[in-house]
């Protein structure tokens, strides 16, 4: 199996399960033993680190290491650096003062948007962004893709822990900036948008005053 | 034809742990390990094996197969590697599709790497068979993919390795298309004099070479052409040749063999290089051709941007090389004097042995060098420090000899992305498996020999040349190709949107984006497939599914390895 094979969803399946830490290992750049996998799972893991990031948790759980299989040497140094440096972050939430309930919570969200259209088409295309541009042959810097991630990672893990909320109780947007740590203007945005897409509608339960969302 | 499992069929998994002597049993308690198994959902039989991969062995799990109707087998012993093969074939004699066969390291991954620590090696044993039942639960049967081979051959290069490969397989009976993009075949042998050890002419050997390739009514040859194209898949290969960069033509082949060799390093005017008094080794070689030495004091210094920083590898042909060339200064005028500044000495094998043997009895002298104190010139002098004698020696020169390295030719990067083949760090080809698979590139039915490989002698491209060519008869010779069936494939065709990522991405053009009914979809070619994977864990619509390494199996494989 190529580490092109490697999933985010599936990276967050295991820190779903409760790994403190995951290690992909892939072929040394320019030695692919499928051609280009390996850098089609950098760009992968590299925004799923950035993902790990935005919902608190330390984006050192997740390693990507160059190695060939003929250095097997190289292999027991990486791995035995890696666990020591799992072992200083301590479990997974625990080591980020993260509850295990919103821990889920996050996580089930993070894998959402790595399951989503935007962002999976985006990292795959990111190797053909930066060499031969997009469609009108904009060609992008590693900076600006990075950037570009940014804006679409906040937006969309936004999105989905909105949605993973509001599943649970119908809740006002206040209440949802406090529990996000975004701003109220912000997170009415995003309901604004959600609700243009159908996922959201205002609750019959408002108090008159700010309304209640919940969703569809 | 091995039975499927009807879907609808209960789940009955045959778990054997293997002791491998004391390789496993050693360093954790199989026992433990089997009586765990046990205990998994759906496993129905488990057995140790003192030696799961012997006659003995199979036969056990050939017989609790039958007796125990069992539908997945789950094999915990060493690496897939070396027996996955026989563990496929075992199931598949019993009646069982060997896809339903599932392998655990607990070996390699376990027992081997946990000396020492027998309670934890038995605990993370169980987690990877609990892993393994988890996969295997999930496993789909699956029939191999047979394709049939176009008997014929692209040789890319035209030196003494390629040149070799062409005619070796034109003797065969099969068609050969030699590309090389120089004007003329024969490649670096023009330029070298005299071959070491056997000191028969290089010219000579190579003219009777290109001679006979040229004769042949089996081998077309293109020169000043190259590759500039190429689609397909072992046994059917489209290549396109580009002649003087205007005549295009398309041919197909079954297998490409890719011999094209090495340059020598051209490092400018570093120790005050001037063609003259101060030349390269290949310049030396037709110095000895013409009979023009013109020099009674010899002074070659080694390892001239080889073993550097920059360039960490040995050229290794480089000191025969040079050897091979002091003995013929010396056996032309015994009165010249010949020193060979070295940082090591490879003289690898008897021939060679016995040639540095005879090089120090005709009077050629040996100086140690380091990398920390090279060679100074001075005005028809070279100074040097010598690391065994502890001291600075000079010695009269009115030649010095730059023994640089072979480095990997220019337009490599275009080839190796044209054929999807890698290169390594110093940008020689890369064979699938230093090993297990030398000669092969992971592509199959592509092949690679000679100096575009490693810097090699021409005993040694010849060797590897007739190697390449005999991996690749076997398909030649049969015409036809069983392919591994991991592949992916378009798991619900409504799904596809027509995107076309997955196109983009695959390396190995297998994808390809046709018309249907339905509008434009994502097509896999099977054989072409080599089931990398990057398209199913790139598809936004999960329209596309890797065989045998399903989103379903990964996932209860990572499920389960933290639910114990």
């Known amino acids: 199996m190529c580490s092109g094979r490697v999933d985010p969803t599936i990276i967050l399946e295991a820190f779903l399960s409760k790994a403190d830490g995951v290690f992909v290992g892939a072929c040394r750049r320019g030695e692919c033993h499928y051609v280009t996998g390996n850098l089609q799972a950098e760009g992968k893991v590299n925004l799923t680190k950035k993902v790990l990031s935005y919902i608190g948790l330390h984006p050192e759980r997740l390693v990507m290491e160059w190695m060939s299989s003929g250095e097997g040497g190289r292999f027991v140094e990486c791995v035995t650096s890696f666990q020591e440096e799992i072992r200083k972050l301590g479990p997974l939430g625990k080591g980020e003062g993260i509850g295990t309930e919103e821990l889920q919570l996050k996580l089930t969200a993070a894998q959402r948007v790595m399951e989503g259209k935007k962002l999976r088409w985006v990292v795959s295309k990111r190797l053909e962004f930066k060499e031969k541009g997009n469609l009108y042959g904009e060609v992008f810097t590693e900076h600006e893709i990075s950037r570009l991630f940014d804006?679409?990672?906040?937006?969309?893990?936004?999105?989905?822990?909105?949605?993973?909320?509001?599943?649970?109780?119908?809740?006002?947007?206040?209440?949802?900036?406090?529990?996000?740590?975004?701003?109220?203007?912000?997170?009415?945005?995003?309901?604004?948008?959600?609700?243009?897409?159908?996922?959201?509608?205002?609750?019959?339960?408002?108090?008159?005053?700010?309304?209640?969302?919940?969703?569809? | 034809m091995a039975r499927l499992v009807d879907e609808m069929e209960e789940l009955r998994i045959g778990v054997f742990v293997c002791h491998c002597g004391t390789n496993i049993a050693g360093f954790l308690d199989p026992r433990e390990v089997a009586e765990y198994a046990g205990t998994l959902p759906d496993v129905v039989f488990v057995k140790e094996n003192l030696f799961s991969c012997s006659q003995s062995g199979v036969t056990e799990i050939q017989n609790a197969i039958k007796e125990n109707q069992l539908n997945r087998v789950v094999v915990a012993a060493c690496t897939p590697r070396t027996h996955e093969p026989t563990f496929r074939a075992a199931c598949e004699d019993a009646g069982l599709n060997p896809f339903f066969f599932e392998f655990v390291n607990i070996r390699?991954?376990?027992?081997?790497?946990?000396?020492?620590?027998?309670?934890?090696?038995?605990?993370?044993?169980?987690d990877l068979v609990r892993m393994g039942v988890a996969r295997a639960r999930y496993l789909?049967?699956?029939?191999?993919?047979?394709?049939?081979?176009?008997?014929?051959?692209?040789?890319?290069?035209?030196?003494?390795?390629?040149?070799?490969?062409?005619?070796?397989?034109?003797?065969?009976?099969?068609?050969?298309?030699?590309?090389?993009?120089?004007?003329?075949?024969?490649?670096?042998?023009?330029?070298?004099?005299?071959?070491?050890p056997s000191n028969i002419d290089a010219r000579e050997f190579i003219a009777r070479q290109v001679e006979a390739v040229e004769g042949h009514p089996r081998i077309e040859v293109f020169t000043c052409s190259t590759v500039e194209g190429l689609q397909g898949y072992i046994g059917n290969y489209r290549a396109t040749i580009s002649s003087q960069g205007v005549n295009k033509r398309e041919v197909h082949v079954g297998v490409i063999i890719v011999a094209t060799g090495a340059a020598q390093l051209d490092l400018g005017e570093v120790y005050g290089y001037d063609g003259k008094r101060v030349i390269t080794l290949i310049e030396l070689e037709e110095r000895l051709r013409n009979g023009e030495l013109g020099a009674k004091n010899v002074v070659m210094i080694k390892c001239v941007g080889a073993r550097v920083p920059e360039r960490l590898y040995c050229s290794r042909i480089c000191c025969m090389t040079s050897i091979k060339n002091a003995i013929l200064i010396k056996e032309k005028d015994p009165e010249a004097r010949v020193h060979i500044l070295y940082r090591d000495l490879m003289c690898y094998g008897v021939d060679n042995e016995a040639l540095l043997r005879k090089a120090k009895e005709s009077g050629v002298r040996f100086i140690n060098y380091s990398l920390e104190r090279p060679p100074i010139m001075e005005n028809g002098r070279v100074r040097v420090h010598s690391d065994i004698l502890g001291k600075e020696i000079g010695i009269n020169a009115d030649l010095v000899v730059l023994v640089t390295p072979m480095v990997s030719q220019d337009g490599v990067e275009e080839l190796s992305r044209l054929l999807k083949v890698p290169l390594d760090g110093d940008r020689f080809f890369l064979e699938a498996h230093v090993k297990l698979r030398p000669l092969d590139f992971a592509t199959d039915g592509i092949y690679v020999c000679g100096t575009a490989h490693w810097p090699a002698s021409v005993s040694e491209s010849i060797e590897q040349a007739l190697g390449a060519t005999a991996r690749a008869s076997t398909y030649l010779i049969n015409k036809r190709v069983t392919v591994e069936p991991i592949f992916s494939m378009l798991l619900d065709e409504d799904l596809c949107r027509g995107c076309g990522l997955c196109a983009s991405l695959c390396p190995y053009a297998a994808i390809e984006m046709v018309q249907t009914e339905k509008g434009i979809k994502a097509q896999m070619i099977a054989v072409a497939c080599k089931g990398c994977g990057t398209c199913g864990a790139s598809c936004y619509r999960r329209a596309i599914k890797m065989n045998h390494y399903t989103d379903e199996q990964l996932i209860a494989q990572v499920r389960a390895a933290f639910s114990g």
């Open chain 1, 151 to 216: 804006e679409v990672v906040m937006d969309e893990l936004t999105l989905q822990e909105i949605l993973l909320r509001l599943r649970m109780e119908p809740l006002s947007a206040k209440t949802l900036s406090g529990m996000i740590n975004i701003a109220p203007s912000r997170i009415l945005r995003h309901l604004a948008d959600m609700k243009r897409m159908g996922l959201v509608s205002v609750s019959t339960e408002d108090d008159g005053r700010s309304p209640v969302w919940k969703a569809v």
């Open chain 2, 140 to 196: 789909e049967p699956r029939e191999p993919i047979v394709a049939d081979v176009e008997p014929a051959a692209l040789v890319i290069g035209g030196g003494v390795s390629g040149l070799t490969a062409a005619l070796s397989l034109a003797n065969r009976g099969i068609e050969v298309k030699l590309v090389e993009r120089e004007e003329e075949l024969g490649g670096m042998l023009r330029r070298i004099f005299r071959l070491y």
């Open chain 2, 108 to 126: 390699e991954h376990c027992s081997w790497v946990h000396k020492g620590m027998a309670e934890e090696a038995t605990h993370k044993a169980k």
